[in-house]
């Protein structure tokens, strides 16, 4: 069973911004990473440690965190933003990763 | 740029051991103090994360899989291996592997190969 939780399902209106979150108690102790997953694809790491993306990624993603709680914002969603996204983190031992449940993410 | 590339036999039988193996270019598997893992994806599931081998060799698994899997590296040929044995249809799934993006950021999984399809049946 994963030690993080996410909704399994948020939308957002073209042009909106939503915010995504991940629980978990680790995640007083370690900061949570982001990933985007489409259809047949492999994850892709959009969001890692306090707040950054890997080069190319836009900017309209940002990542925060507070309490046992991190989020992803996408703010101006784009039709391109649908997807699963998932966070991950170590366990609340520290030595394991861990992913969260996943959240599909539907732009209308 | 780094690379990784997942190849396995595709199916596996009923309590047999999975073999993969992930090349990997663009990067040293020995060198760099990185970390070195396989994740999984039963179709239309979530991602589980199965076990890590640091740049030493060191190994750490996820303890949910009982002991069945070992991970490995052959230097020679600049692979990495995921064996797991016993297998059920439980472990029918995607398995990828991936890399660290940052020996800073570890667990932070930047680089992935685009992940081979294992199904377990008889």
């Known amino acids: 069973s994963s030690e993080l939780t996410q909704d399994p399902a948020v939308s957002v209106a073209l042009g909106q911004t939503v915010r995504i979150t991940c629980q978990g108690d680790?995640?007083?102790?370690?900061?949570a990473s982001w990933y985007q997953q489409k259809p047949g694809q492999a994850p892709v790491l959009i969001i890692y440690?306090?707040?950054n993306r890997p080069s190319g990624f836009p900017d309209r993603f940002s990542g925060s965190s507070s309490g046992n709680t991190a989020s992803l914002t996408i703010t101006g969603a784009q039709a391109e933003d649908e997807a699963d996204y998932y966070c991950?983190?170590?366990?609340?031992?520290?030595?394991?990763?861990?992913f969260g449940t996943g959240t599909k993410v539907t732009v209308l | 740029q780094v690379q990784l590339q997942e190849s396995g036999p595709g199916l596996v039988k009923p309590s047999q051991t999975l073999s993969l193996t992930c090349t990997v270019s663009?990067?040293?598997?020995?060198?760099?103090?990185?970390?070195w893992s396989w994740i999984r994806q039963p179709a239309g599931q979530g991602l589980e994360w199965i076990g890590r081998m640091y740049t030493d060799g060191t190994t750490t698994y996820n303890p949910s899989l009982r002991g069945r899997v070992t991970i490995s590296v052959d230097t020679s040929k600049s692979q990495f291996s995921l064996n797991l044995r016993s297998v059920t249809a439980a472990d029918t799934a995607v398995y990828f592997c991936?890399?660290?993006?940052?020996?800073?950021?570890?667990?932070?999984?930047?680089?992935w190969g685009q992940g081979t399809l294992i199904t377990v049946s008889s």
């Open positions: 663009g990067a040293s598997i020995t060198s760099g103090f990185y970390y």
């Open positions: 991950n983190s170590r366990d609340s031992s520290g030595n394991l990763y861990v």
């Open positions: 680790s995640l007083r102790r370690y900061y």
């Open positions: 991936a890399r660290d993006i940052g020996a800073s950021f570890p667990g932070s999984f930047g680089y």
């Open positions: 440690g306090k707040n």
